[in-house]
């Protein structure tokens, strides 16, 4: 063992503060969800196309400009159009946000915990229709919707309570003659901007660790998924959120969203996506503009080119199935979806024979079907780039697998599966972010895991072993803000799996962690002399 090992503090008693109980999820075996799952989706197909509004200062705002949310399954059917916010939209929000924060700030904890937790019941009430929601906006299976639901809700409780326990100012040491209280104020305006692979959970919980710790927010949802925050603002609004403390706006990233990160008047930006813009935003927040209060605080959470290695003594019964899934379940579009699979020469055969076989059973189609496991991916342009990584990988590696049977209409990709990959390839380093998958031949355990540490990013990864000396060594030496031993590398839990990388995957913040809040938060001391100084008696 060494010292970075986490086993030095492992007891069986539950960690201090562990009273979260976590929402469940819908188990859809059961006759009486599936009816319901049904009935949502026919009555969310009914209601289609419907056009929604950005929302500023609690007044509901048409723009004349709308971004079309489409069916990634049926492209011709359009989910929602949602207006487009441009510049003079983003400079009204940033005035109403701006505006709201002198009284939001000042709203007790208390309240503004009771609102998260609000919009968890509506959440749960809202449960299958926000599910069916996902299913045509953006091609998520069943039980990936509902996961995302419940993952929503529990950063709307985990967060309530985790403010709760940091809300009181805090003695810092007991002296006589003086009291110094350790306290936490919020950071002004915060810009909330999301990606779309998990439209309700990833922008629902950086918007309501913002709220709650009292920020005031610009929401901007990624443009494919503008429906799901659509349906998320009036959520918050029901739950009772104050006009301009919370301000719904959808807008082209790279027009709104970039004016927004360098507004002098914006303190804090939460940011979930892709590397390329992720990068763009921390340098652009760094350079102070004229006027501007404050450092801007970035919190970066970005991709990955996630690794799981199988080792030579493996469980493979467990290690096939958990593989399959982390590569293709919800066609490999979670951040933390496995996408390098390094196996020793040793069982390599074994594992490739078997893997096979698995790829083979995952049910291709439409996602409002039950039972799908690989859907559509998001939209046309990730359809071409797949494609074209599946181009680039014939080039340089071996095509070991490729499915047939996949739905002509829509924009679905075949899940794949690469062998003869070499740590260099650029299917072995770029994040590809589809149902492709690259396998890595190596000799040993030394080499397995300096190839799983030989890449830009550290998000997730994953350790298949029976051999406890083996299993030790992955725990302390893999780099990765989430190493998961024996099961499969996604589906982290809110408060069990506080969820973030490093290296080129994002700044080290957890989402869902106890220390998450506090990204959003300065800490400010007062200090006081209380020794007797015959204070004047008003
Ligand atoms: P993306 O980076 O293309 O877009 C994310 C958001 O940034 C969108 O809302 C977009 O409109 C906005 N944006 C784009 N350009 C901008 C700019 N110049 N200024 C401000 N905002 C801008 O990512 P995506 O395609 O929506 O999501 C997929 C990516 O997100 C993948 O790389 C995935 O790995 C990553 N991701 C990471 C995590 C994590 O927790 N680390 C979780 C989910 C997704």
Not at 148 to 154: L, Q, S, T, V
């Amino acid at each position: 063992m060494n010292d970075r090992h986490p086993s030095h503090s492992r007891s069986l008693d539950a960690p201090p503060g562990d009273t979260y109980k976590n929402a469940p999820l819908t188990n859809f075996v059961h006759q009486e969800n599936q009816d319901k799952m049904r009935k949502a989706l026919n009555e969310m197909r009914a209601r289609l196309g419907k056009e929604y509004p950005l929302v500023i200062n609690g007044e509901k705002v048409f723009t004349g400009k709308t971004i079309a949310s489409i069916n990634p399954s049926s492209p011709d059917d359009v989910v929602g159009a949602v207006a487009e916010a441009g510049i003079a939209e983003a400079e009204r929000a940033v005035k109403a946000a701006r505006d709201a924060f002198e009284k939001w700030r000042w709203t007790s904890f208390e309240e503004r915990a009771q609102l998260l937790e609000r919009a968890a019941a509506i959440m749960e009430r809202r449960r299958f229709e926000l599910s069916a929601l996902e299913v045509f906006e953006v091609g998520k299976p069943w039980m990936e919707a509902d996961g995302d639901i419940r993952e929503a809700i529990d950063f709307c409780l985990f967060y309530a309570q985790q403010m709760r326990l940091i809300g009181r100012p805090r003695l810092t040491q007991l002296v006589p003659g003086e009291e110094s209280y350790y306290h936490y104020w919020p950071r002004g305006v915060a810009f909330v901007v999301a990606p779309w692979n998990f439209p309700l959970a990833i922008l629902g919980g950086m918007t309501t660790a913002a709220l709650v710790t009292g920020n005031t927010v610009i929401m901007k949802p990624a443009e494919q998924s503008a429906v799901c925050g659509a349906m998320l603002m009036e959520i918050l609004e029901e739950a009772g959120v104050p006009p301009g403390v919370l301000n719904y706006l959808p807008g082209k990233g790279s027009v709104m969203g970039a004016h927004l990160v360098d507004h002098k008047d914006v303190d804090l930006i939460a940011f979930t996506g892709s590397r390329e813009v992720g990068l763009r935003i921390w340098e652009s927040a760094g350079i102070t503009r004229p006027g501007q209060r404050e450092l801007k605080r970035v919190i970066c959470e970005m991709g990955g080119k996630n690794a799981v290695i199988i080792d030579s003594d493996a469980d493979l019964d467990e290690a096939i199935v958990d593989c399959t899934y982390s590569a293709f379940g919800y066609q490999g579009q979670k951040c933390s979806a496995l996408s390098r699979l390094i196996l020793l020469e040793e069982n390599y055969d074994r594992v490739m024979e078997r893997l096979l076989k698995a790829a083979a059973s995952v049910r291709v189609g439409n996602p409002e079907e039950p039972g799908v496991t690989v859907g559509p991916v998001i939209d046309e342009t990730a359809y071409n780039r797949i494609l074209n990584y599946i181009e680039i990988g014939k080039s340089e590696a071996t095509l070991a697998y490729q499915r047939k049977d996949v739905p002509p209409k829509g924009f679905f990709i075949p899940p794949t599966i690469f062998t003869n990959v070499k740590p260099n390839m650029r299917i072995a380093r770029e994040e590809i972010f589809g149902p492709v998958v690259s396998v890595l031949k190596v000799r040993d355990l030394d080499e397995a895991i300096a190839v799983a540490n030989g890449t830009d990013y550290a998000l997730t990864a994953g350790f298949f072993s029976r051999s406890p000396a083996n299993i030790e060594r992955a725990k302390a030496q893999i780099e990765a803000g989430n190493v998961y031993i024996n099961r499969s590398c996604t589906g982290a839990v809110v408060g069990r799996h506080p969820f973030g990388g490093f290296k080129m995957s994002g700044g080290g913040t957890k989402a869902g962690g106890t220390d998450y809040l506090l990204q959003f938060l300065v800490p400010r001391v007062v200090t006081e002399n209380i020794t007797r100084h015959g204070f004047h008696a008003s």
